[in-house]
Each structure stands twice: as structure tokens, then as C-alpha cells.
């Protein structure tokens, strides 16, 4: 069983579209995340929801939007895409009671 | 501010040789410490975590409070070993943790 999925494994898409990257954890965590690995293979957190709510924003443009619509559950929708979006986007998930956090297997972006 | 410094980007060995992964952190608090280790195009996995002691794949990695260092080491390194590592910090908020990673170091295992 796959702990935490993501989906698409791959988008390439044109600049100024709108995407959306899924994700999807069956471990009963209460905490998602999304990291993106940019070129360099820095990675850095964007956002974490506990139970649906918004824990984390860190300084991610507005054109960025996470929606959980249930705690196993955290999408990316991202607007008006540019350049610079193009990168590995990794979604995680941990609870309070477990000692790490599970990555999913990335979602490659390519902005053209 | 909680800081995880890699200064290694890149590290060559050949196999069979012993390998140190680099990591220092900055935290005011209690820290805890973690390598995850990702191969090639494949998600990040947990290889260690300072608080079990243990040793994964014959890696190691001792948390040093006086130096403030968590480097991975280990005596005979193998080219399944090449990958990217990073070094985490993790931080509790009221509602979950927060990992910090340092900027991973690359290790290649030459045969």
C-alpha cells in the first residue's frame, strides 16, 4: 500500500496556465505538507495543514493555493504558472504522535 | 531561527572507502535530528534519526550538542550509497512539526 500518492508523477504545461497537483495520504496523520526542490536541490516547505487548517504559510506568491478538503487529503492549485514554478513539488505527512515525516514521490513541474 | 548548514554540495569517494556527510545545525531549543536519504529521481526516505541510535545500511551519525553537528558517517561506502542526503532539523509547533533541511549533499560512490 502506498503511504502517501501524488499525482501527476509529471505536468508540463505552458506559462500562464492554472494546474493542480493532488495528494493523498492513507496513514491517519493529522499533518500535510508541500515542499518544492527547486533546481538546485534545496528543499524548502511551503505549506502544512493540521486537520484542514492552514499551519504554515511560508512567503510562497499568492498565485500558490493549498485546499484540504479532508485530513488525508492536500492539493496544490497554482495560478498564472511562470518560470521559476518549474521544480519538484513533494507533498508529506506526519501526526503528532509519530517521530518523522512521509514523503510522497514527487510531482516534476516543467513550466515551458 | 533553527538553521541546518551542509557544507559539502558534492562528495566523491571511491567504494570501499569511508564516507562523512557534513551537517551543522543552529536551534535555541532541544534539537532533533534526522538524515534523509533520496536516490536517484525516487522520494526522500528516512535513513536515521539521532534519538534511535541506531545505524541504517552501516550509516551512522553521533549528535554532537558541543559542536552542534549531526555528520553521517560511514567506514565502507558502496555505490548503491550514491544519492542525495540531506540533514533535517525538526522543530513541534502547537499543531505539528516542522523539518528545516540543510541544502543536501550529493554523494557519488565511483566503482
Known amino acids: 500500500d502506498t503511504a502517501v500518492s501524488q499525482t501527476p508523477k509529471y505536468l508540463v504545461t505552458q506559462m500562464g496556465n492554472d494546474k493542480s497537483i493532488k495528494c493523498e495520504q492513507n496513514?491517519?496523520?493529522?499533518?500535510m505538507y508541500w515542499y518544492k526542490q527547486d533546481s538546485k536541490k534545496f528543499l524548502k516547505i511551503m505549506f502544512s495543514y493540521n486537520n484542514k487548517e492552514l499551519i504554515i504559510n511560508e512567503t510562497v506568491p499568492n498565485r500558490f493555493s493549498p485546499k484540504s478538503p479532508d485530513k488525508a487529503h492536500l492539493n496544490l492549485h497554482i495560478n498564472s504558472l511562470e518560470l521559476g514554478d518549474s521544480a519538484v513539488y513533494f507533498c508529506?505527512?506526519?501526526?503528532?504522535?509519530?517521530?518523522?515525516?512521509?514523503f510522497g514521490p514527487g510531482t516534476r513541474l516543467t513550466v515551458l | 531561527a533553527q538553521r541546518v548548514t551542509q557544507p559539502e554540495k558534492l562528495l566523491s569517494v571511491f567504494k570501499g572507502a569511508p564516507v562523512e556527510l557534513k551537517c551543522n545545525y543552529s536551534?535555541?531549543?532541544?534539537?532533533?535530528l534526522f538524515w534523509y536519504v533520496q536516490y536517484s529521481r525516487q522520494r526522500l526516505q528516512l535513513l536515521l534519526r539521532?534519538?534511535s541510535r541506531e545505524s541504517i545500511k552501516g550509516f551512522t551519525a553521533d549528535l554532537n550538542k558541543g559542536e552542534t553537528s549531526f555528520h553521517l558517517k560511514k567506514p565502507f561506502a558502496q555505490e548503491e550509497d550514491s544519492a542525495m542526503y540531506y540533514c533535517?532539523?525538526?522543530?513541534?509547533?502547537?499543531?505539528?512539526?516542522?523539518?528545516?533541511f540543510g541544502e543536501g549533499t550529493q554523494l557519488t560512490v565511483n566503482p
Open positions: 496513514l491517519g496523520h493529522d499533518t
Open positions: 539521532h534519538i
Open positions: 508529506a505527512s506526519g501526526g503528532t504522535s509519530t517521530d518523522t515525516q512521509y
Open positions: 533535517a532539523l525538526r522543530r513541534w509547533e502547537t499543531s505539528g512539526s516542522r523539518l528545516t
Open positions: 536551534y535555541s531549543g532541544s534539537p532533533e
